[in-house]
């Protein structure tokens, strides 16, 4: 990724109704470009806001799909650029316009500093707790006193799940609200025409799973007693876990679809 100057985050505030800064786990274009924080992006663009978004790791798909954002709102940062004086100084400007948001996602120790520059600014920092990551899928980074720390210096606690809610409000004593995962109609056309059937997908009646192939919530028992006993070919469409096709060695029951991109393949 190329680091944009600081005169592109000011270039890309000028004018717009509003500002957000998006601190998420991975760059937008990871996972397809699917990924909640990469949705919440793309919602405020539309809605013409500057957007910086700064992820605090790397892509972790091993294809590139050569998907990229271009938007003359949209700076995308890496978060060791981020952290780097002109750019610091140039995102504490752009908070201190017009309305503004600070979103917090996967709460680690970094994100600290841009919640303490989002209360100098006056911006509104918001927690988006979309997991509980005092599981495995925190292991090896996670700590409880910086996801209390993250919840406490927002000013506004979400949660993607109503099961969520109960774990952030323990954090600072204050109500959470309730955002979950929804129909998005920009990458879904439910009413669309029938589209051609996708290369890659088996003959007959498909149960199509989207999603995470890794962790202890992905049953691979399971999902072959349901492709045997329905009688379906079950499609696992993900562009990680290739590693994992052994789990049914036949290839009756499973199979893996590309990695696709986010409204890259209209069947789909």
């Known amino acids: 990724?190329?680091?944009p100057s600081s005169g592109a985050i000011a270039a890309a505030a000028k004018g717009a109704p509003g500002r957000v800064v998006v601190l998420s786990a991975n760059p937008m274009h990871d996972t397809g470009g699917g990924q909640r924080s990469a949705m919440l992006a793309r919602s405020f663009l539309a809605r013409e806001w500057a957007v910086v978004f700064v992820s605090h790791g790397r892509v972790t798909e091993t294809v590139d799909l050569g998907l990229r954002f271009d938007d003359p709102?949209?700076?995308?940062?890496?978060?060791?650029?981020?952290?780097?004086?002109?750019?610091?100084?140039?995102?504490a400007d752009f908070l201190a316009?017009?309305?503004?948001?600070?979103?917090?996602?996967?709460?680690?120790?970094?994100?600290?500093?841009?919640?303490?520059?989002?209360?100098?600014?006056?911006?509104?920092?918001?927690?988006?707790?979309?997991?509980?990551?005092?599981?495995?899928l925190g292991r090896g980074w996670y700590r409880r006193d910086v996801e209390e720390a993250v919840a406490r210096a927002s000013h506004v606690n979400i949660a993607s799940a109503p099961a969520l809610l109960d774990h952030v409000e323990r954090f600072t004593g204050r109500e959470a609200h309730?955002?979950?995962?929804?129909f998005n109609a920009h990458v879904f056309e439910a009413d669309a025409p029938?589209?051609?059937r996708p290369d890659d997908l088996p003959e007959g009646r498909v149960a199509?799973?989207?999603?995470?192939?890794?962790?202890?919530?992905m049953d691979w028992g399971l999902v072959r007693v349901c492709g045997r006993e329905d009688r379906h070919d079950v499609?696992?469409?993900?562009?990680a876990g290739e590693e994992r096709i052994d789990t049914d060695p036949d290839g009756r029951t499973m199979?893996?679809?590309?990695?696709?991109?986010c409204k890259g393949d209209p069947g789909f």
């Open 1 to 3: 990724m190329v680091t």
């Open 73 to 91: 709102r949209l700076v995308e940062l890496e978060l060791r650029d981020a952290l780097r004086a002109p750019v610091r100084d140039a995102l």
């Open 97 to 136: 316009g017009a309305p503004s948001l600070v979103i917090t996602q996967v709460p680690v120790r970094e994100w600290l500093s841009f919640l303490r520059a989002a209360a100098d600014a006056g911006a509104t920092a918001v927690y988006d707790c979309v997991d509980r990551w005092d599981s495995e």
């Open 178 to 182: 309730l955002l979950p995962n929804a």
């Open 194 to 196: 029938a589209r051609a």
């Open 208 to 217: 199509l799973y989207v999603g995470a192939l890794w962790g202890g919530w």
């Open 235 to 239: 499609r696992i469409a993900s562009g």
């Open 255 to 261: 199979a893996l679809a590309r990695l696709v991109a």
